[in-house]
């Protein structure tokens, strides 16, 4: 009893002392008591329940290390980051780190100093790391994003399937497995493919009671956005399918006067997401228009709606959005805009972007043959990658070549750099043969030695943009000059503003036909049949959309939720009488069209709000003072 009693105090302390918090969210405390005990865990938390710490909290209670294999880099980096800011020593081991600093890392794992220690589900077959690992104490094994497991589950990674094996190594070492999108298929091979057999399940409802979906089928999306966003003055998160709708979206809003709106998407620069990140954390007003490459990891409770301009890839996508609104417990909001035509448009993007098996070997043949690559060998070198060209000679789209280059990052086959970065440059040759130039290369080079530091002894990155101000010439001269002594072999130049590639394993054509192809299949057909799911639940009208979701999720006879549009419309509260007082309620303060009394009555429907509106004027309770607005009589 005594002890029970103890480490719940150490756990609140820890609690308190790294997170300022002073309680636990539902079953966190639970299911690191189970971690401490030693027990294999499953946690299926919704998106916003607080996951990650029911991971972070125990490796600082257990001696040694927490293994954590994380499926994203840049979701790695983020919470290492995070942890650091809270004083909790953390690392990740990446394909970006040399050896040197790989070293370091395992270093001060096997010191103790090292708490949690990230890395990817490919690196558990990594001849160094597997040496190393050994004389590493290891507190236990945390699988993040566990449904990468399943091959029915989104984002299918194979390599998730060596952990079974690797658990072998640590017979005695527990393993906590946590997710917020199983389906009940998935979770049955979670467990299968993890090799538990005696374990403890915490399972959490996914019902978010205090989030209203509402699903608009609308032909003029931007306007309805304008005009959610004049009335609710709050911190809210807009995805869209594309960076290119991302920009637009904002810049529409901002010429209508919204200044509280940014994009962000993946081809920012480091420096520009940190900074429109930041922003958007600190305020409690600003709306960040995104792609799906925000969010991850984003922890920030009074986000109070959430947008998507068009339906999601897949449930899981949507559900683990709309989580992230109202993790403070306080109503909030989901609005799902479409239309027939786009998704009929969708079903050819989804459609036309899934490669045949001889397109696919094309584009894989184009890269090996392009950056002569032969069987069996793999370069150290970053090379420039321009689609563009791909297309050109393979004459295949860029909507099946990205397909197949995200399939090759994501299996760690190559790492796809797609975000805007500093340049890299280095000397081809010794300092001390400069002479031996052309005078117009050597005068070029030696400028260049003057403004961009380290340059002399080593591979160095650059802002072509100060190097321009620095030298007083134009950016786009600066760049045909870089190109052009490249050329020559006098320097390594590497485009920042370009997308880059660094292949991971060496070239083995057989697999590529075989192995890699069947899987690349599977993913397809099973996006396909996400699709599929996402449209059925987009297009129903009938049934509450909470439960809709539910069900998804296995859980079972789940209740309607009273929240979303399909509930409201059903509920006798909102009926009428309670809509003509609502309205007449607004209509006193000032006058409205129908578009701004639809952006603030979020229970009511446009028709039924244009069907009160028709009563109140042939009452002669209101009247119209244009074509649009209404006002009290």
């Known amino acids: 009893m005594q002890s029970s009693h103890h480490l719940a105090e150490l756990t609140q302390k820890t609690l308190t002392h790294f997170w300022g918090y002073q309680d636990f969210k539902d079953s966190q405390q639970d299911i690191i008591h189970a971690v401490i005990a030693g027990k294999d865990t499953i946690a299926l938390l919704p998106t916003g329940g607080g996951k990650s710490l029911c991971y972070q909290l125990p490796a600082l209670v257990l001696e040694g290390t927490c293994l954590v294999i994380s499926p994203l880099l840049a979701l790695m980096k983020d919470q290492v980051q995070q942890l650091k800011l809270r004083g909790i020593e953390a690392e990740y081991l990446s394909s970006e780190l040399d050896e040197l600093q790989q070293e370091e890392?395992?270093?001060?794992?096997?010191?103790?100093?090292?708490?949690?220690?990230?890395?990817?589900?490919?690196?558990?077959?990594?001849?160094?790391?597997?040496?190393?690992?050994?004389?590493?104490?290891?507190?236990?094994?945390?699988?993040?994003?566990?449904?990468?497991?399943?091959?029915?589950?989104?984002?299918?990674?194979?390599?998730?399937?060596?952990?079974?094996?690797?658990?072998?190594?640590?017979?005695?070492?527990?393993?906590?497995?946590?997710?917020?999108?199983?389906?009940?298929?998935?979770?049955?091979?979670?467990?299968?493919?993890?090799?538990?057999?005696?374990?403890?399940?915490?399972?959490?409802?996914?019902?978010?009671?205090?989030?209203?979906?509402?699903?608009?089928?609308?032909?003029?999306?931007?306007?309805?956005?304008?005009?959610?966003?004049?009335?609710?003055?709050?911190?809210?998160?807009?995805?869209?399918?594309?960076?290119?709708?991302?920009?637009?979206?904002?810049?529409?809003?901002?010429?209508?006067?919204?200044?509280?709106?940014?994009?962000f998407h993946a081809g920012l620069s480091v420096k520009e997401k940190h900074q429109k990140q930041e922003k958007w954390l600190k305020s409690n007003q600003n709306v960040l228009i995104s792609t799906n490459a925000f969010g991850m990891g984003i922890d920030k409770e009074n986000v109070r709606f959430v947008i998507h301009l068009s339906p999601a890839p897949s449930l899981e996508n949507y559900y683990q959005e709309i989580g992230r609104a109202g993790r403070d417990g306080e109503k909030s909001y989901a609005f799902l805009l479409w239309n027939e035509q786009e998704l009929l448009n969708l079903d050819d993007v989804f459609y036309n972007q899934t490669p045949?098996?001889?397109?696919?070997?094309?584009?894989?043949?184009?890269?090996?043959?392009?950056?002569?690559?032969?069987?069996?060998?793999?370069?150290?070198?970053?090379?420039?990658?321009?689609?563009?060209?791909?297309?050109?000679?393979?004459?295949?789209?860029?909507?099946?070549?990205?397909?197949?280059?995200?399939?090759?990052?994501?299996?760690?086959?190559?790492?796809?750099?797609?975000?805007?970065?500093?340049?890299?440059?280095?000397?081809?040759?010794?300092?001390?043969?400069?002479?031996?130039?052309?005078?117009?290369?050597?005068?070029?080079?030696?400028?260049?030695?003057?403004?961009?530091?380290?340059?002399?002894?080593?591979?160095?990155?650059?802002?072509?943009?100060?190097?321009?101000?620095?030298?007083?010439?134009?950016?786009?001269?600066?760049?045909?000059?870089?190109?052009?002594?490249?050329?020559?072999?006098?320097?390594?130049?590497?485009?920042?503003?370009?997308?880059?590639?660094?292949?991971?394993?060496?070239?083995?054509?057989?697999?590529?036909?075989?192995?890699?192809?069947?899987?690349?299949?599977?993913?397809?057909?099973?996006?396909?049949?996400?699709?599929?799911?996402?449209?059925?639940?987009t297009r129903n009208h009938d049934c509450c959309k909470m439960k809709l979701i539910l069900t998804y999720f296995g859980e079972k006879e789940p209740k309607n939720c009273g929240n979303c549009y399909v509930c409201t419309a059903k509920n006798p509260k909102t009926n009428a009488i309670s809509a003509e007082r609502r309205i007449l309620d607004i209509l006193q303060q000032k006058p409205a069209t129908l578009d701004d009394l639809n952006a603030i009555l979020l229970e009511f429907s446009r028709e039924k709000i244009q069907e009160v509106l028709i009563f109140l004027l042939d009452l002669g309770k209101i009247k119209m003072l244009d074509f649009r607005t209404y006002t009290l009589r």
């Open 105 to 263: 890392i395992y270093g001060r794992c096997i010191e103790g100093i090292t708490k949690l220690l990230y890395i990817s589900p490919e690196r558990l077959q990594n001849r160094q790391f597997l040496e190393r690992i050994e004389e590493i104490q290891i507190s236990f094994i945390a699988v993040d994003e566990a449904h990468c497991i399943s091959e029915w589950g989104q984002d299918f990674r194979p390599s998730y399937q060596n952990i079974k094996n690797f658990r072998t190594l640590f017979k005695n070492v527990p393993c906590l497995a946590l997710t917020a999108t199983a389906t009940p298929k998935v979770l049955e091979d979670i467990k299968l493919k993890l090799g538990f057999t005696q374990y403890q399940i915490f399972r959490k409802s996914f019902k978010r009671e205090n989030i209203s979906i509402f699903i608009d089928e609308i032909a003029d999306k931007y306007q309805r956005v304008l005009d959610l966003l004049k009335h609710n003055q709050n911190s809210g998160i807009i995805y869209t399918r594309t960076r290119k709708e991302a920009e637009n979206l904002t810049e529409f809003l901002q010429k209508n006067k919204l200044k509280n709106v940014d994009f």
């Open 356 to 537: 045949s098996k001889s397109e696919f070997l094309k584009v894989i043949s184009y890269l090996y043959s392009t950056f002569m690559i032969a069987e069996n060998e793999l370069p150290e070198n970053i090379f420039e990658l321009n689609i563009s060209k791909i297309q050109n000679f393979t004459k295949i789209s860029q909507a099946k070549i990205r397909n197949v280059l995200n399939f090759l990052h994501n299996q760690e086959l190559i790492y796809l750099n797609t975000s805007k970065n500093l340049s890299t440059l280095e000397l081809k040759f010794e300092v001390s043969d400069l002479e031996n130039l052309q005078k117009k290369d050597s005068y070029f080079i030696e400028l260049l030695l003057r403004c961009v530091d380290g340059l002399s002894t080593h591979r160095v990155q650059f802002s072509e943009a100060n190097t321009c101000k620095k030298l007083g010439v134009g950016a786009q001269e600066f760049k045909e000059r870089l190109k052009e002594i490249h050329q020559k072999g006098y320097i390594d130049y590497l485009d920042g503003s370009l997308d880059s590639i660094k292949f991971l394993k060496p070239r083995e054509d057989r697999t590529f036909s075989g192995k890699w192809w069947n899987l690349f299949e599977q993913i397809q057909k099973n996006k396909l049949q996400k699709w599929e799911e996402m449209k059925f639940y």
